[in-house]
């Protein structure tokens, strides 16, 4: 499953989603083996009703057989038992979402056949079977990762109880039907006006991988290795569905040499869905997105967009061979699910399109994933998770993101194709099954004859991220210390921590030579190079500080001596040490200023990306905020002027580049030129976007909008409530949160619960405009004010998203109100989310109080 990506020139979340249950294992007595479902969906009614049959192997005597169900009616229950039919007596317990049938007998060890009607409701809740509309017609269509395949039938829904599966829908004349295998027949019937579609027997698979979908869903077809692929979506989305249908095929081909193990399925399907709470859906056979994880117009999208569509897709198809054809053995070990598709995104992508730069995204998405580790409020990768509640907690930025970014830094250190090798190993010993994280170390260590699994078993066990102290060099070697890292200063670890880390070093050679930390304190080999650099490629995850006369070095050679992933760590580095208050906030201004004229898009955003936290969280007096904006502009506008206007020759790198800096020119720099530039340019945009370099367009929208009047305000109103494409459709909803103007700053948070914006979305529109000073109080008092409203837009994972944004204030009397407010206002499963927004408060706080008076010095110097 993808995390709903946030996307915005000017902002981006990542916060812990969660959801309310209670749960319980199941007892591994009754296994089950082969599931015949037959479901009809009502969607006028948004009822639907199930026939069920479950094989199952007893094995030990039982008295009864407990199975998961949610909202469930149960009708006749019977098991077949050696000849004999037995009706059961059904028990539902509600908090555990399970159902006991009780036989009144003993059912000794042996095959089992239970036969189940039953019926459901198609909710709104975008989980189960659920309901997603458009102006036109409902259509019913599933989520059921992680534990809501029990809503639409009852079910072992757990990963390990993997099984074989029938699916039958019985759907109205004028739709079609989806899921996971082919239709293998559709016969009218069994009543008038409607036909049954019945699809071919799956693989063994987890219940939370199997899909369906019901709806006049119409697609476009391509091919790859032979396997059919399709991209389907409501009839008018499909006209944006070639560009996902060419990634498609490029990726299909990239896995099935990578793996050396060929896609299994009879065929593959991307649908796009109106109402999808995710970003996506790894569904084996039938993966489902969000509409703006899927289309795209290949003509007029930004390439910040195509990379999303692109690296979501590459993200979902790696689950077919990690997740669906190999399962974690439970919830514990998701990032054997999410991480390794996290890491595997970007490969096939950066070979399909070189020119994007992926390994430089990479890179600065893993200063991300240690910024997000350093929190007092962290975790270890593998985390207790017994309840729906805490499982749902797991798909945060620590399975994704530092999962990923481990499994980096250990291909790095093995070498790609050694680690290519283990990763075969692992997949071939488990195809079909379920497997550990122990499962996975222990082939990358028999392959590689290197210390892996003590590497990879630190970071899963550990919670947290090391920080390198490296002392004088000397003949080659180097002292090295290491302790936990936090962002505030003031936090502590509460023990000593060492982690086993793979250290490695830039060379004067075309490859990085590496060595292992393995205690607190050691002493690394170093090879030859233009400077002592121990973050090859920036792929390390830990954090690390120099000497000061080494750090000079590296600082004068900064653009010479390192590539752009080494200079992009290096800023996510030093800009660690700012927070954590190693450093002062001239010392990273001095650094972004050296790397001002770099030709890297992912260089200067890295740079830049910073000065909205200078600006927002330290800066507190006017001459601050005029202070940075001068020197922003003294700083970048000689770049972006040698840039010049846009050429249709224009590499993408240069384009993105091109926008990140007319970004921080409009935004931070307030530049006044910048800013008329960037109203006419979102005119022409809007009036029509091909005729505009989209990547600037959509910058320069974001800056009007900030500066924006109420005509503007309804141009993008009425594109949102019009536009057919989803891309324009949610980049202008967006548009609307970010004006600064108070009275239209309500307009927005008034559209965002008015019912016009579907539940998926209103969440972030209430988070946009708690990140600027100018617009934060605005939202906040709008949300306690409107509080029924804004409840009524909480869907099951939303909740923490939008207590998480919370954490954007500063001060100590925003806290308690923050705490006052939702101890009696009370949003389901958001514990951690609170208490992550009151640590982020108190970050903010310190962060304020120890860099103010160094940026206060930095001014006067100026």
């Known amino acids: ?242 560009f996902a249908l060419s990634t498609a095929e490029y990726v299909l081909h990239y896995y099935n040499t990578y793996f050396g193990i060929k896609y299994p399925m009879p065929k593959l399907d991307l649908i796009g869905i109106p109402d999808f709470e995710a970003g996506a859906m790894e569904n084996f056979g039938a993966i489902t997105f969000r509409e703006t994880a899927l289309f795209v117009d290949d003509n007029t999208a930004s ?45 096939p992508i950066a070979a399909w399109k070189p020119d994007w730069n992926v390994p430089e995204d990479v890179a600065e998405g893993l200063n991300g994933t240690l910024d997000y580790d350093a929190q007092k409020i962290t975790r270890a990768i593998r985390a207790k998770a017994d309840t729906p509640d805490e499982i749902n907690q797991m798909f945060d930025g620590i399975s994704y993101g530092k999962a990923a970014a481990v499994l980096l830094m250990t291909e790095q250190y093995e070498g790609p194709e050694v680690f290519r090798k283990g990763v075969h190993d692992y997949l071939e010993a488990h195809l079909f099954g379920n497997a550990t994280a122990e499962d996975f170390w222990t082939a990358q260590a028999a392959v590689s004859q290197k210390p892996v699994d003590k590497i990879l078993s630190s970071y899963v066990e550990e919670p947290g991220e090391p920080a390198l102290t490296f002392a004088e060099s000397a003949n080659g070697t180097v002292q090295v210390s290491q302790s936990r890292f936090f962002l505030n200063p003031q936090v502590k670890a509460e023990s000593a921590q060492a982690w086993t880390v793979p250290v490695c070093f830039a060379s004067s050679g075309t490859q990085a030579q590496c060595d292992v930390l393995s205690a607190a304190q050691g002493t690394l080999k170093f090879p030859a190079a233009k400077v002592f650099y121990p973050d090859a490629g920036g792929r390390g995850y830990y954090r690390f500080a120099l000497p000061n006369d080494v750090y000079a070095k590296v600082l004068t050679g900064v653009e010479t001596s390192l590539t752009p992933e080494e200079r992009i760590s290096l800023l996510g580095d030093v800009w660690a040490e700012v927070r954590s208050n190693h450093d002062g906030v001239g010392d990273y201004l001095n650094l972004a200023a050296a790397v001002k004229g770099d030709a890297s898009a992912a260089v200067i955003g890295t740079a830049v990306g910073p000065l909205s936290t200078i600006d927002n969280r330290i800066a507190t007096t006017p001459a601050e905020h005029q202070a940075l904006a001068a020197w922003v502009v003294k700083t970048f506008k000689p770049a972006y002027d040698q840039l010049g206007a846009p050429a249709a020759t224009d590499s993408p790198d240069k384009k993105e580049l091109r926008s990140t800096l007319f970004a921080v020119l409009g935004t931070i720099g307030k530049d006044a030129d910048v800013i008329a530039e960037s109203k006419q340019i979102a005119g022409q945009y809007l009036g029509d976007p091909a005729s505009v370099d989209p990547n600037l367009a959509q910058t320069a929208a974001a800056i009007a909008a900030e500066n924006g009047d109420a005509a503007f305000f309804d141009q993008l109103q009425h594109v949102y409530e019009t536009a057919n494409n989803p891309q324009v459709q949610d980049y202008a909803l967006r548009l609307l949160a970010l004006f600064r103007n108070p009275e239209l700053q309500r307009r927005s948070l008034e559209y965002a619960v008015s019912g016009k914006v579907r539940n998926q979305d209103a969440i972030f529109q209430l988070l946009l405009p708690m990140r600027y000073a100018e617009t934060r109080d605005i939202a906040w008092d709008f949300m306690r004010q409107n509080w029924d409203k804004v409840q009524a837009q909480i869907t099951t994972s939303m909740g923490a998203y939008l207590i998480g944004g919370t954490g954007a204030f500063c001060s100590e009397d925003k806290k308690q109100e923050v705490v006052d407010f939702f101890s009696t206002h009370k949003v389901a499963a958001s514990e951690r989310s609170l208490q992550r927004a009151k640590d982020a408060i108190d970050d903010c706080i310190e962060l304020r109080s120890e860099q103010g008076p160094k940026l206060q010095a930095w001014v006067g110097g100026q």
């Open 1 to 242: 499953m993808l995390l709903p990506r946030f996307r915005s020139t000017l902002a981006c979340l990542f916060l812990i989603a969660a959801a309310t249950a209670y749960g319980q294992r199941l007892p591994d007595s009754v296994i089950p083996e082969h599931y015949t479902l037959t479901l009809a969906p009502d969607l006028k009614e948004a009822l639907f009703t199930g026939d069920e049959t479950i094989d199952v192997q007893v094995k030990q005597p039982v008295d009864a057989i407990t199975l998961n169900a949610a909202e469930i009616t149960f009708g006749t229950v019977t098991a077949a038992v050696n000849g004999h039919e037995l009706e059961a007596t059904v028990t539902q317990d509600e908090q555990k979402q399970q159902a006991t049938f009780d036989f009144g007998r003993t059912i000794d060890p042996g095959e089992v056949t239970l036969h189940i009607l039953y019926h459901g409701i198609l909710n709104n809740e975008l989980r189960g079977f659920y309901l997603s509309k458009t102006e036109k017609r409902n259509y019913a269509v599933t989520q059921f990762e992680p534990t809501d395949a029990r809503r639409a039938f009852p079910s072992f829904d757990e990963p390990a109880f993997k099984a074989t599966f029938d699916v039958s829908l019985i759907v109205p004349e004028g739709d079609t039907a989806i899921s996971n295998t082919n239709i293998v027949s559709d016969q009218p019937g069994p009543y008038e006006d409607v036909h049954t579609i019945h699809f071919a027997t799956t693989p063994k698979m987890s219940t939370y991988l199997v899909a369906f979908l019901v709806g006049d869903f119409q697609c476009i077809s391509g091919k790859s290795d032979g396997t059919p692929i399709r991209v389907c979506g409501t009839p008018d989305k499909v006209q944006y569905a070639q």
């Open 303 to 347: 390439l910040a967009a195509k990379k999303e569509v692109a690296e979501d897709i590459a993200h979902e198809m790696a689950h077919q061979w990690f997740g669906d054809m190999v399962t974690m053995n439970w919830w514990n070990n998701i990032w054997l699910n999410e991480g390794f598709a996290t890491w595997m995104e970007n490969k």
